[in-house]
């Protein structure tokens, strides 16, 4: 059964008995529909007769605004009309295609225990596919809509969104976050599918780890070490086209490494963060242009042995089996190698940083940077995307580091707006050689001092800003030289960060 043949069942032409007057006036009739809690009961109520149909759907009629605002969030300008056929669309599909009145995480967490809920499990969560489909393409679209018209109100904006719960419902009732990069790379994806994949990659990184699956790790893992040349993280003409197969294989390489419990990497100690430690979704509508980014963030990065693993990584199929050789990511500079270290011996603390976007600077970046962060690729990309600067503070473990750098905003992806493209140096205290202040106390202040920094000892970032605003997926490299040219053993690696809420008192 698909959404056409549904609707079709839903929408029989029905003959209406002529009005019937009981003397109550349209607004009573309106109070009584608002009652009503089941949607077919209340289309039974409305098919009663022409008086109580016209009492509740002419466009002056609250009956379907007040059902509406109930689940979602209430656009601006539409009619009662307009309204009631969104609502209606909108709870078919959940009837229909989402819900089958069990979650995915029930099933699964039961799946091994009853032939009857492997049966389930086969019928329920498992729609998402290539995005292709007429059935996916009109889910997707759905999806689309309550994303833009997320935190959308007649007074301006609401604080809290319906629209995002329910999207989050979608991703707990269905495979969406756990079909990404399910088939081979001969079969394209929608674009849409994916975008929507990134824009609730939040949600990826919060469910249950039970409930995750990860496909295609090995090539995720290559693309995290590959050439930048050949995998850009930005393309076309002006640079301002996310590469979303890049954006996916990050996504699911950090997804890995945070929900694998078999491979326990960085599942225990993101385990142990408090919620509000956690990735978020947005927290308010979507913005068209460049944006300044919360101040507090976590993240990770990883990296190979060293320059002549990534050649010779680069070198191996994503596929081989059979490799004499095991690359194992290490993560974090603070650790000794990778994380298969006990907890009590090696504890981890996330990479922190602490951004902040002054109004003005004292003085431009050291000459040696400025190869490495190109504040915006192409000059002429619309005003409401000029590239703002900012400087950041963090620590790896125990050695603190500075940055400098730019964030721009992005055209809209598949129509949905908010991306960005941030870059920026890293570089530690101790490399730094001052020549007119010295920094006194813990004062860092990256924007007073002239200074320079040696050759290998700083290393640049380049990555997305997902549309929340609150999740970046990147690249990291040493810088080598003043230029920026890639050789083939570049030592470079992908990196994730998130923003953290403050801590609650």
């Given at each position: 059964?698909?959404?056409?043949?549904?609707?079709?069942?839903?929408?029989?032409?029905?003959?209406?008995?002529?009005?019937?007057?009981?003397?109550?006036?349209?607004?009573?009739?309106?109070?009584?529909?608002?009652?009503?809690?089941?949607?077919?009961?209340?289309?039974?109520?409305?098919?009663?007769?022409?008086?109580?149909?016209?009492?509740?759907?002419?466009p002056?009629?609250?009956v379907?605004?007040?059902?509406?605002?109930?689940?979602?969030?209430?656009?601006?300008?539409?009619?009662g009309?307009?309204?009631?056929?969104?609502?209606?669309?909108?709870?078919?599909?959940?009837?229909?295609?989402?819900?089958?009145?069990?979650?995915?995480?029930?099933?699964?967490?039961n799946?091994?225990?009853?032939?009857?809920?492997?049966?389930?499990?086969?019928?329920?969560?498992?729609?998402?596919?290539?995005?292709?489909?007429?059935?996916?393409?009109?889910?997707?679209?759905?999806?689309?809509?309550?994303?833009?018209?997320?935190?959308?109100?007649?007074?301006?904006?609401?604080?809290?969104?319906?629209?995002?719960?329910?999207?989050?419902?979608?991703?707990?009732?269905?495979?969406l976050?756990?079909?990404?990069?399910q088939?081979?790379?001969?079969?394209?994806?929608?674009?849409l599918?994916?975008?929507?994949?990134?824009?609730?990659?939040?949600?990826?990184?919060?469910?249950?780890?039970?409930?995750?699956?990860?496909?295609?790790?090995?090539?995720?893992?290559?693309?995290a070490?590959?050439?930048?040349?050949?995998?850009?993280?930005?393309?076309?003409?002006?640079?301002?086209?996310?590469?979303?197969?890049?954006?996916?294989?990050?996504?699911?390489?950090?997804?890995?490494?945070?929900?694998?419990?078999?491979?326990?990497?960085?599942?225990?100690?993101?385990?142990?963060?408090?919620?509000?430690?956690?990735?978020?979704?947005?927290?308010?509508?979507?913005e068209?242009?460049t944006?300044?980014?919360?101040?507090?963030?976590?993240?990770s990065?990883?990296?190979?042995?060293?320059?002549?693993?990534?050649?010779?990584?680069?070198?191996?199929?994503a596929?081989?089996?059979?490799?004499?050789?095991?690359?194992?990511?290490?993560?974090?500079?603070?650790?000794?190698?990778?994380?298969?270290?006990?907890?009590?011996?090696?504890?981890?603390?996330f990479?922190?940083?602490?951004?902040?976007?002054p109004?003005?600077?004292?003085?431009?970046?050291?000459?040696?940077?400025?190869?490495?962060?190109?504040?915006?690729?192409?000059?002429?990309l619309?005003?409401?995307?000029?590239?703002?600067?900012?400087?950041?503070?963090?620590?790896d473990?125990?050695?603190?580091?500075?940055?400098?750098?730019?964030?721009?905003g992005?055209?809209?992806?598949?129509?949905?707006p908010?991306?960005?493209?941030?870059?920026?140096?890293?570089?530690?205290?101790e490399?730094?050689?001052?020549?007119?202040?010295?920094?006194?106390?813990?004062?860092l202040?990256?924007?007073?001092?002239?200074?320079?920094?040696?050759?290998?000892?700083?290393?640049?970032?380049?990555?997305?800003?997902?549309?929340?605003?609150?999740?970046?997926?990147?690249?990291?490299?040493?810088?080598?030289?003043?230029?920026?040219?890639?050789?083939?053993?570049?030592?470079?690696?992908?990196?994730?960060?998130?923003?953290?809420?403050?801590?609650?008192?």
């Amino acid at each position: 059964m698909d959404i056409d043949s549904c609707r079709k069942k839903t929408n029989h032409k029905i003959m209406l008995p002529a009005a019937v007057n009981f003397g109550l006036p349209p607004e009573v009739i309106q109070n009584i529909a608002s009652f009503i809690e089941k949607d077919h009961n209340l289309m039974n109520f409305m098919l009663s007769c022409w008086g109580v149909y016209h009492s509740t759907i002419y466009p002056q009629s609250g009956v379907w605004r007040h059902r509406f605002t109930q689940f979602f969030d209430l656009p601006p300008g539409k009619s009662g009309k307009e309204l009631q056929v969104s609502y209606m669309k909108r709870k078919l599909i959940q009837r229909y295609f989402l819900s089958r009145n069990v979650t995915l995480q029930a099933i699964l967490s039961n799946c091994t225990r009853s032939p009857k809920s492997r049966n389930l499990l086969q019928q329920a969560g498992t729609f998402f596919s290539l995005g292709k489909s007429k059935d996916e393409v009109e889910i997707l679209k759905m999806m689309q809509n309550l994303t833009l018209e997320s935190f959308e109100s007649p007074n301006g904006s609401c604080l809290k969104s319906k629209n995002i719960d329910f999207l989050e419902s979608i991703c707990e009732s269905t495979n969406l976050l756990n079909c990404v990069l399910q088939h081979s790379p001969k079969f394209k994806i929608s674009p849409l599918l994916a975008v929507m994949q990134l824009v609730l990659f939040h949600k990826t990184l919060t469910l249950p780890a039970k409930s995750s699956n990860h496909h295609s790790f090995n090539a995720s893992q290559k693309v995290a070490y590959q050439d930048p040349v050949k995998v850009p993280i930005f393309r076309g003409r002006k640079k301002n086209k996310v590469n979303l197969d890049w954006a996916l294989h990050i996504s699911n390489f950090f997804s890995y490494h945070i929900k694998s419990t078999a491979e326990s990497t960085l599942w225990p100690y993101f385990n142990e963060l408090q919620d509000w430690e956690k990735p978020k979704a947005w927290d308010k509508k979507l913005e068209d242009a460049t944006s300044i980014l919360g101040k507090n963030w976590l993240g990770s990065y990883t990296y190979l042995d060293g320059p002549e693993d990534i050649s010779a990584f680069r070198d191996t199929s994503a596929f081989n089996e059979d490799c004499d050789h095991q690359f194992i990511d290490n993560i974090n500079e603070a650790s000794d190698g990778p994380f298969q270290a006990s907890l009590e011996k090696a504890p981890v603390k996330f990479t922190t940083l602490s951004f902040t976007f002054p109004d003005t600077f004292v003085k431009s970046f050291p000459d040696a940077f400025d190869a490495h962060i190109n504040p915006q690729p192409h000059e002429s990309l619309d005003k409401k995307y000029a590239a703002k600067r900012f400087t950041a503070t963090g620590k790896d473990g125990e050695n603190t580091f500075l940055c400098d750098g730019y964030i721009h905003g992005l055209p809209p992806q598949e129509n949905i707006p908010g991306w960005q493209r941030i870059s920026f140096v890293k570089y530690y205290m101790e490399d730094l050689i001052r020549e007119e202040i010295a920094l006194e106390d813990d004062t860092l202040d990256n924007s007073s001092a002239s200074m320079t920094v040696a050759s290998g000892f700083a290393w640049a970032y380049e990555g997305v800003v997902l549309p929340s605003k609150k999740i970046i997926l990147g690249r990291w490299w040493r810088c080598e030289s003043e230029d920026n040219e890639f050789d083939d053993g570049q030592y470079l690696g992908p990196c994730i960060f998130w923003q953290i809420e403050d801590e609650p008192k």
